[in-house]
Every structure is written in C-alpha cells, then in structure tokens.
C-alpha cells in the first residue's frame, strides 16, 4: 500500500516530468518466462536506495564511541603495562635519546636555524607521541630530508622584499603549525589512505634524490670551504666545491677522519655481529653509539686545541648554546609570512606524511603489528601544532633511529617518552659541553645518517624486473631533485606517477574470452573434488569427459596462458568481454569502441541494408562487395560481459554502454541483442545497470514472454540437507567392497555390514526435500554468479529464439 509520502513524490515526479521506474509487486509477473521459475524460494532482491546509502554514511553511536577512542590508542595498551615493556623501552629510550641530542643539532642547520632550535624540536615529538601513534617503533622529531625542505622555505621567504626581515625561527615555526593543522585535519578525517597515493617508486627517488642533495649541501661545511651557496641546485653546490678543493681549511682533516672513522666502525661492528651472534644486540647498542663517540671524542679534541682561543678557533666549531626552552610563547602569525608559505606547503606536506608512514608501516610489518595511518597523521599534526609554542620546526618520523628503536628491543610507543627526557636534560645541563662541537663533525654524522638513503643498485635492479617504466620515473625524479630542487622532485615524480596511472586508465581495454575444457591433474590421475582420491586416469576417455569443466581465457593469451591451448568460440554469435581495469568514464569510450570493433570485424549484419535511393547510404558504410568473407560470419546473438574486476560505475559509463547497445540492436534488426552481465559484485553498480535498463532481457517486436528461458543459478539452503552429507554418503557407499555389503534403510539409514562378522555399521543420513535458494533475484535474470551461468543462459534461450521461427528464418 503506498504511503503518503510515495503518493505525494509520485505526483512530484509527474510534475516535473520524471519516469518513475515501476515497483511491482507480484513476484510471478516479475520473472521473465514466469512458469520456468526455478523450484525455491522466491527472491527479489531490494533496490539500494539513496536513503540506505545516507544511513551508511552517518555515523552510529557504536561508531561515534569507537571513533573517539581511536584517537587515544595509548587507552588500550597502557592497562597491560609491565615490568618487562618498562625495560625494554627504557633500554631502547635511552639509546635513541643519546643519538637524537646531536642530530637535532645538526639538522638545524640544514633548517638555517641555531642548534637549540634542533633540541626543541626533538623534545616535544618524542614526548607526545606515544599518547596519540599507533607505532612501537617510531621516532619523531627532525630528520634530514625535511630540515632541508624547511630551509628552502626559510631562504624563499627571506628572499622576498615584504618578509626581507623575518627571523628564521618564526618562519620555520609558522611552516610547521600550518602543515599540522593540515595533517591533523586529514587525521581527523580519516584520510590515511592518501599516502597510499604516493608509490614506492616515487619514494626511492624522492630519497635518493634528497639524499645526494643533503650530501651536497654538507661538503662545503665537511672540507671548510668557504663562499659556496649551498642553497642553489645540487649540481651548482657540486661543482662549485670541487672548484674551491685547493681551499680547504683544517675542518677537512677533522671532517673527512670523522667520516671514514664512523663508516669504520659500522663495518667492523657489523663484522663482530655476525662472529658472535651470542652478542649481537650488545654491538648493535654499541654500534648505535658510535655518533655519540665520535662527537664526544672530537669535541674533545676541539676542546683541547681551543680552550686558550674560544674567540677565535682554529676551526668552525658551534659556539654557545642557550641552555633551557628560551623561545616558549604563542607562535608569532604574520599574514605575509604565511601568503609566503603557501606554495611551499604541499611539498612539506608530502615529506612529512609520505617518510613517516612509509617508515611506519614498514617496521609494523616487520614486528607483525599494524599501524593506522589516519591516526599516525593525528600524531604528526598535534606534534608540529604544538612544537612551535616551545619554538620547534616541523618534524616527522626518522627512518635511521627507528631503526635503531626497533633494534634496541623497544617494547611500546611509551619508549619515545625515555627519549624526551634525555633530550630535555641535554637542554638544561648539557649545552656547555656543546660549545666546542666541530661544524665538520656535524656534516660528517649528517652525510653518514644519510648513506641508507640512496637506492642500491640491486633494488633498482628489482624494479626493472617489475616495471621498466617505474625505473625511468625514478632517474627522472632523481635527475630533477639535483638538477633544480628536492621540491621539484616530488613534485616531478608524483605527477608523472599519476599521468602514468590516470593514462593507464584511459587506456585501459578489456579483452574477450574463448571457452577451453580442462581437468585437474595429479600425476595421471585425474582430480575431482578431493584431491586426495583420484576418479581416474587421464588417458581414459570417460573418466576425463565425467570430470572436465570448462573456463575461459583471453583469445590473444595476453594473461600469459599457453598459446598452444585451443580456445573455442563461446557459441556462434555469443561474445564474452572481460573489463580490464574498471568501467568508469575516463575509460568507458575507449573500451566499448574496441568491444564495438572486434564484434563487428566478427559478424554480419542480420539483415541485409536497403535503401530507396544509392545516396541514401551513409558515407562511412561501403555498399557489400559479392561473395564477400563476411557473408561466412555469423549474426550477434548475445553479449555477456564480465564484470568481475569492476567495483562502481557511473553515469558516463551506463550511457556508453546504452549507445552500443542501440548501436548493436541496429546492427541485428529485426533481432534483438540480449545483454548478460556475470560476476557483478556491487549492489550499487546493478542499480546504475538496471537504471540502463540492463538486466531484463531485451525487448522486440514479436513478444519475448514465450520463447524466455530463465535460467538460474541455485544454492544449498542453510539449514536444509547439505552437499557435505551427500558427500559422505557417496564416501560411504564407495568404501563398501567385496568384504562389505552396504544396505540403505527405508528412514534413510546407511547400513554397513562386515561379511566376517555379524556387526552392524550404522550411520544416519536425514532425508529431507532438497530446497535451494537462488543466488540472484528472479526479475534480473541477465544476473548471473558466474560466466558458465551466463552461457547457458544465453546459448539456451539463442536455441529458443532459433525453435520458435519457421524453418526459413533459423540461424544455421
């Protein structure tokens, strides 16, 4: 009975002049050929509605509550704690804070900031982070690659005349808080998959890339080389070094003996690892050390030769730092400073997502947990929010003291909290010793930390062997990243990542599909259900014929399949096409029109064309040549496409889809096209086809109610006999031998009996009526569970078609 909220939309719709599809209610009326109905329950499947799809969309109470306590994962490991976790990250804690105190420093002057501002940076990451991240392993705080992109920013912004004057720290400071209230609003959001839009080849060339950069960058600093902007383009920075080797001051002899000795002791350790295994984790704590040694024993050294001469030292060394947070206070916010930023901000962006999560997920694999990457961007964005009130810049994930967090035997994200504190006791009590620290020997733990950056050979080697073309985006993005910037080069592979990817689309075609018979094989026996007991030899005929089954394959073999397997035609005049890639409207042309062209290089039209006069005929239609090869085609009969690799589609693609069908119905007059659609797996995308009018068999002039077959495919009913019993009765009945006599009681009781003996076996098997249920709804019989349904279907109703006209009309 219609409500009045229908009787009131159906008037509505009437006004505007908008076809309601109708809304039958009788199911027999529904069915095409309705007396051919299978014997089952009859099921119609309800249409989605936009209602249904607004109630998915609105969040629930459950969800409302499991949202919320999403954003505080630390709630749920935080009650397990125990004595041994509390080890494991103290431990791990300690030794990430002993590395992070001089890579701080040193990354604040890639940033074109003072070294305390490096310290600040890594103090608030690491101590806020195991309240919102969802990594054990993960270490935030500033890291290379990003420290650079923001001194690119600080220098740009600098450069122009309305900022000439602003400090670096506010400039940094303002960065950071833009990008994490970005973040934190794609956190928030739930837009973790993002990341996902960035490949790992654009990440291999985005870090090779850097890195080369960053090493660069740091030669001028490692050789004492004065007078070399280490601001322009790699190459510029390479070259113009390399000009000025003659000179060289003595930072050379600290930085470049630094160098070799932290690459030395890398080896050697990594060496005593692998002779006494017994060992290995003290000498990888040991071998994690070896930036703090080596600073330690040059700063000694500098102390030694500079203690007499602070005012003016024999090299560059990094001079006083102010002990304490000396920059706390509310971020300074100029609008002209941040009109500034703007350009800057999606490659900072990138960085900051695009290394953290990558390095995330990484060691989540590797210590079989998983991390959420929408909840790891809420981490990164309350981190670089909050970072500036201290006077922090932007930060993220470190891929170098993960690594080591991971090594050391972190055991939850409360171990970064270790970290924090022993950065914040470096700020206060440590800064003296830092006076004497030699610039060269910053450079030399920055071009150290950034060695496992650049892409070895065998990786590229690997990528070759998977896509050719993803090599060549990868020396691309290299070659731009050192030939005009790190920001191009992001900019340079994410583009031409997705031309790729959205070119691919477009061209994207799917392939049609020949029929093959085949046979499970083991050794020479032939396979049915249980591979465990053979039904026969492969040589036998019978056996062979009793267990083939039929499968389709692309005719052209391009999935790979051996050529030498004979594909035959599904049947005269029956197609089946194979969407590729999707069906959406950046492809739906180009896809049909090569469905369009194989169908009409293999039929002939129905009937022949007339025309009244020799003009009439359209220009693009030559006029039939005698005793033409086409004449040996058959007719179309029927279409069945295979949507198993397609999920939505859209208006675009229904409409193209509508032009080829009327294409087609033109092309077969007085005959109809009939349009079968297998593996379709979206309650959504049925709708948009049956919108189309797709999913009923094609309607034509001489009535189609007395020639439709519906066929349907039918499963078990739950709760009804199963195959499982019929299975083991088969079992059963195939174990009795020449020792056994099998007897089947009149209540459906196999009886088993032992001629050795009087004992009786019994085992019951109920017999109930056999009920199934069917797989699709019985008024879109053009739904099919699989392309086997959707040949029979057409090839018996084809044979319909063909019985139901005279003799003279039949198709041969």
Known sequence: MPTVVDKVGRSLATALGIEL????TDVEDKIPGGGFAPPTDRYIEERVTTSEWIREQLPSRRGVVGYTKSLFPCVGWLQHYNLQWLTGDLIAGLTVGAIIVPQGMAYASLAKLEPQFGLYSSFLGLVMYWIFGTSKDISIGPVAVLATVVGSVVEAVQANPATKGAAAHIIASTFSLIAGFIILGL?????????????????????????????????????????VRTRDPAYKVYINTFKRLPNCQLDAALGLTALFALYAIRHCLNKA??????????????????????????????????????????????????????????????????????????AGVIVMLVEHIAVAKAFGRISDYSINPSQEMVAIGMTNIMGPFLGAFASTGSFSRTTVNSKAGVRTPLGSLFSGLIVLMATYF??????YIPYSVLSAVIIHALGDL????????????????????????????????????????????????????????????????????????????????PIGEYKSFEDSVSAARSVFLPFDHGDGSN?????????????????????????????????????????????PEQFERRGDRPWNRPAPQKAHQGDQLPTLKAVILDFSCVNNIDVTSVQCLIDVRNQLNQYTAPDVVDWHVACINNRWAKRALVTGGFGVPTKSGDGMSHRWRSIFSVAEMEGRRSAGDYHKLSEASSQSSDDEESMTGSDGTAVFKDKSSSTHVEEKFIERPRKGVVIHSLDKPMFHVDLTSALHNAIANVEARNESRPPSESDS
């Open 563 to 607: 050529p030498r397997a004979a594909l035959d035609s599904p049947y005269p005049g029956v197609f089946i096409y194979r969407f590729s890639d999707g069906f959406n409207y950046p492809n739906a042309n180009y896809a049909l029109d090569h469905f369009a062209e194989y169908v009409f290089a293999n039929t002939r039209r129905t009937s």
């Open 21 to 24: 599809q109708g809304t039958d």
């Open 187 to 227: 956190g928030l959001l739930r837009c973790g998959w993002i990341v996902d839009l960035i490949s790992i080849t654009c990440l291999a060339a985005f870090t090779t890339g850097s890195a080369i950069t960053i090493v660069g960058s740091q030669l001028p600093a490692l050789l004492g080389i004065r007078g």
């Open 430 to 435: 440590l800064t003296s010793v830092f006076f």
């Open 454 to 533: 650049i892409s070895s050979p065998n990786t590229l080697y690997q990528f070759w062997r998977v896509s050719p073309l993803e090599v060549i985006i990868f020396f691309l993005g290299v070659f731009v990243s050192i030939f005009k910037g790190i920001e191009e080069g992001v900019y340079a592979t994410v583009g031409i990542s997705a031309v790729i990817l959205m070119y691919r689309i477009l061209k994207a075609r799917g392939s049609f599909l020949g029929k093959v018979r085949v046979h499970s094989v083991l050794g020479n026996h032939i396979v049915g259900e249980r591979p465990s007991r």
């Open 273 to 346: 690892a692998q002779r006494y295994p017994k060992h290995r984790r003290i000498i990888f704590i040991v071998n994690t050390m070896r930036n703090v040694f080596i600073i330690l024993l040059y700063t000694m050294v500098s102390w030694l030769v500079n203690m007499n001469r602070r005012e003016n030292p024999a090299f560059r060394i990094l001079g006083m730092v102010p002990s304490g947070f000396r920059d706390v206070g509310v971020p300074k916010l100029d609008s002209t400073i941040i009109s500034n930023l703007v350009p800057h901000l999606p």
